[in-house]
């Protein structure tokens, strides 16, 4: 699959929201075409990438805003096949991870904070509180998006590994995580295989998640039979299990087992370093 078109407002919209629900256009550039062409892909060329194109998508991802400049997040490059096997394991086999010429472990990581306050012979007193870790994920979770929209301005593809949360020691001890530190989730990165060819997955309407001024879920229920259908015929387009997005929730969200061990989410945190308070 090559480099993506720069779309108009209008067909990007409809790709997006479906005919039916998109938005009407407003300000439009390339740089929104190429945000709204996200999709995931899910199959890859071994084909290496261009020198010097991780340390671009790492400076993409150090230019994204971070909390009170704390830069609380690291990236783990991962091309060791080994490793990517290892990687593969824990995340329920997504063969992509092996496939790929580079993958990313991106990391909630409070311990380089941690190493200075030691090394000042200071006691970092915030560092134990539930706030200090969600400030990590969420500065982790900022960088690489940037990276993604980075990767995907130059023809490269994209898919995150929430899998990787299924064991998170095992992801420490595979890439050498001090304590402090938390595989939040990896990513895939290369250049998409023929066959992986997908088209942009049609997100709810904007009516459902878009409120002024007050939030508002009037008329939620029908927004989203409107969208099970449009999904249902993605999926069947895209050669999946044609399903509802209704069904993908309960499916999803319904039973615990469907977490795949991330239930113990709260323990594992705190067996490696993260109080939680
Ligand atoms: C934090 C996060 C974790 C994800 N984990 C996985 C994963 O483990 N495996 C996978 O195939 N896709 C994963 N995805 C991709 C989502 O399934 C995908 O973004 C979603 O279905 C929407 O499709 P799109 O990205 O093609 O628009 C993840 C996405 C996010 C944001």
């Known amino acids: 699959m090559d480099a993506l078109p720069v779309l108009s407002a209008a067909d990007a919209l409809a790709l997006r929201y479906g005919a039916e629900a998109s938005p009407p256009g407003g300000p439009w550039n390339q ?14 060329r071994p084909d290496a990438l261009p020198e010097g194109t991780l340390e671009t998508l790492v400076a993409a991802a150090q230019s994204a805003a971070t909390s009170s400049n704390l830069q609380t997040w690291s990236v783990i490059a991962v091309t060791d096949p080994d490793k990517k096997a290892a990687l593969a394991k824990v995340a329920s086999n997504q063969k992509h991870i092996e496939q790929c010429p580079l993958f990313l472990v991106w990391v909630a990581d409070l311990s380089r904070n941690q190493r200075l306050g030691a090394q000042e012979g200071v006691t970092l007193e915030t560092m134990p509180y539930q706030e200090t870790f969600l400030v990590a994920a969420i500065d982790a979770a900022l960088a690489a998006q940037n990276a993604t929209v980075a990767a995907e301005s130059l023809g490269l593809y994209c898919v995150y590994i929430g899998a990787l949360r299924n064991n998170p020691p095992e992801v420490a001890r595979i890439v050498g995580l001090p304590t402090g530190a938390f595989g939040v989730f990896g990513m895939c990165v290369g250049y998409a295989s023929t066959t992986a060819a997908s088209e942009v997955k049609p997100r709810l309407p904007q009516d459902v998640v878009l409120h002024h001024d007050v939030y508002d879920a009037t008329g939620e ?14 999926s069947a387009r895209n050669d999946m299990a044609a399903d509802t997005w209704t069904r993908r929730v309960i499916g999803r969200m319904g039973k615990i087992a469907s977490m795949g061990g991330r239930d113990k989410m709260a323990a594992a945190l705190r ?7």
Do not use: C, V
């Not at 929104?32 to 199959?43: D, F, K, M, V």
């Not at 229920?221 to 993605?234: E, M, N, V």
């Not at 067996?271 to 308070?277: H, P, R, S, T």
């Open 271 to 277: 067996a490696m370093g993260f109080e939680l308070n």
């Open 31 to 44: 740089h929104i075409a190429l945000l709204l062409s996200h999709r995931s892909i899910r199959g890859y």
């Open 221 to 234: 229920q029908a927004h989203r039979a409107a969208y099970d259908a449009l999904i249902g015929a993605f």
